[in-house]
Protein backbone atom coordinates (compact mmCIF):
# COMPACT_ATOMS: atom_id res chain seq x y z
CA UNK A 1 0.00 0.00 0.00
CA UNK A 2 1.17 3.22 -0.75
CA UNK A 3 1.95 5.98 1.91
CA UNK A 4 1.18 9.26 1.26
CA UNK A 5 2.38 12.86 2.90
CA UNK A 6 0.68 16.39 2.03
CA UNK A 7 2.11 19.67 2.21
CA UNK A 8 2.43 23.37 1.16
CA UNK A 9 -0.94 24.50 2.41
CA UNK A 10 -1.62 27.89 4.43
CA UNK A 11 -3.23 30.74 4.91
CA UNK A 12 -3.61 33.74 1.93
CA UNK A 13 -5.92 36.03 0.87
CA UNK A 14 -8.59 36.07 -1.86
CA UNK A 15 -7.18 35.77 -5.16
CA UNK A 16 -3.48 34.42 -3.79
CA UNK A 17 -2.04 31.22 -4.97
CA UNK A 18 -0.52 28.33 -2.99
CA UNK A 19 0.83 24.80 -4.65
CA UNK A 20 0.19 21.70 -2.83
CA UNK A 21 2.75 18.97 -2.75
CA UNK A 22 1.95 15.28 -2.35
CA UNK A 23 5.13 12.45 -1.61
CA UNK A 24 4.30 9.12 -2.38
CA UNK A 25 5.85 6.08 -0.90
CA UNK A 26 6.19 2.17 -2.22
CA UNK A 27 4.62 4.37 -5.75
CA UNK A 28 4.61 2.54 -8.82
CA UNK A 29 4.15 4.73 -11.37
CA UNK A 30 2.36 2.50 -14.25
CA UNK A 31 0.15 0.73 -11.74
CA UNK A 32 -1.40 4.13 -9.66
CA UNK A 33 -3.56 6.68 -10.43
CA UNK A 34 -3.58 9.42 -8.19
CA UNK A 35 -5.76 12.34 -7.10
CA UNK A 36 -6.45 15.41 -4.81
CA UNK A 37 -9.84 16.20 -3.08
CA UNK A 38 -10.77 18.43 -0.24
CA UNK A 39 -13.45 18.84 2.56
CA UNK A 40 -14.87 22.00 4.06
CA UNK A 41 -16.06 21.97 7.59
CA UNK A 42 -19.47 20.50 7.76
CA UNK A 43 -19.48 19.41 4.20
CA UNK A 44 -19.00 15.79 2.44
CA UNK A 45 -15.15 14.94 0.94
CA UNK A 46 -15.13 16.11 -2.77
CA UNK A 47 -12.61 15.27 -5.58
CA UNK A 48 -10.58 18.78 -6.75
CA UNK A 49 -8.49 17.24 -9.86
CA UNK A 50 -7.15 13.79 -10.64
CA UNK A 51 -4.81 12.37 -13.11
CA UNK A 52 -3.46 8.74 -14.46
CA UNK A 53 -0.06 7.38 -15.14
CA UNK A 54 -0.05 9.40 -18.80
CA UNK A 55 -0.83 11.99 -17.52
CA UNK A 56 -4.30 12.75 -18.69
CA UNK A 57 -5.71 15.15 -15.81
CA UNK A 58 -9.25 15.89 -14.75
CA UNK A 59 -10.98 18.94 -12.86
CA UNK A 60 -14.24 19.59 -11.04
CA UNK A 61 -15.60 22.45 -12.53
CA UNK A 62 -15.18 24.33 -9.50
CA UNK A 63 -11.64 24.31 -9.51
CA UNK A 64 -11.18 24.73 -13.55
CA UNK A 65 -9.03 26.97 -15.08
CA UNK A 66 -7.70 27.83 -12.02
CA UNK A 67 -6.04 24.81 -10.51
CA UNK A 68 -3.82 22.45 -12.09
CA UNK A 69 -2.62 18.98 -10.89
CA UNK A 70 0.96 17.58 -11.90
CA UNK A 71 3.06 14.73 -10.89
CA UNK A 72 6.87 13.88 -10.91
CA UNK A 73 6.84 9.90 -11.45
CA UNK A 74 10.79 10.12 -10.87
CA UNK A 75 10.25 11.78 -7.84
CA UNK A 76 6.78 9.60 -6.40
CA UNK A 77 5.34 13.23 -6.24
CA UNK A 78 1.85 14.44 -6.86
CA UNK A 79 1.57 18.59 -7.07
CA UNK A 80 -1.63 21.09 -7.54
CA UNK A 81 -1.17 24.51 -8.04
CA UNK A 82 -3.74 26.43 -6.85
CA UNK A 83 -4.32 29.89 -8.47
CA UNK A 84 -7.15 33.13 -7.89
CA UNK A 85 -7.87 31.34 -4.65
CA UNK A 86 -11.56 32.43 -2.97
CA UNK A 87 -12.72 31.58 0.67
CA UNK A 88 -14.95 28.97 -0.80
CA UNK A 89 -11.70 27.20 -1.60
CA UNK A 90 -10.94 27.12 2.06
CA UNK A 91 -10.93 23.28 3.32
CA UNK A 92 -8.66 20.15 4.47
CA UNK A 93 -6.96 18.81 1.21
CA UNK A 94 -5.97 15.30 0.73
CA UNK A 95 -3.94 13.50 -1.79
CA UNK A 96 -5.50 10.33 -2.83
CA UNK A 97 -4.04 7.13 -4.61
CA UNK A 98 -5.75 4.43 -6.07
CA UNK A 99 -4.08 0.90 -7.72
CA UNK A 100 -4.98 -0.91 -10.72
CA UNK A 101 -5.84 -0.43 -14.13
CA UNK A 102 -5.21 3.81 -14.70
CA UNK A 103 -8.61 5.35 -14.70
CA UNK A 104 -9.65 9.15 -13.92
CA UNK A 105 -11.82 9.23 -11.34
CA UNK A 106 -12.79 11.94 -8.75
CA UNK A 107 -14.84 9.28 -6.74
CA UNK A 108 -13.55 8.75 -3.06
CA UNK A 109 -14.97 5.05 -3.55
CA UNK A 110 -12.12 4.88 -6.18
CA UNK A 111 -8.89 5.49 -3.90
CA UNK A 112 -7.49 3.21 -0.98
CA UNK A 113 -4.70 5.15 -0.15
CA UNK A 114 -4.82 8.72 1.68
CA UNK A 115 -2.67 11.47 3.47
CA UNK A 116 -3.08 13.15 6.47
CA UNK A 117 -4.33 16.38 4.77
CA UNK A 118 -2.77 20.08 4.35
CA UNK A 119 -5.27 22.64 5.65
CA UNK A 120 -5.93 25.49 3.06
CA UNK A 121 -7.56 28.79 4.57
CA UNK A 122 -8.38 31.80 2.25
CA UNK A 123 -9.35 35.13 3.51
CA UNK A 124 -11.61 37.74 1.75
Do not use: H
Not at 1 to 22: D, K, P
Not at 43 to 49: D, I, L, S, T, Y
Not at 93 to 105: D, F, K, Q, R, S
Amino acid sequence: QVQLVESGGGSVQSGGSLRLSCAASGYVANTYYMAWFRQAPGKEREGVAAIDSDGTTKYADSVKGRFTISQDNALNSLYLQMNSLNPEDTAMYYCAAGEGVPILTLIEADYGSWGQGTQVTVSS
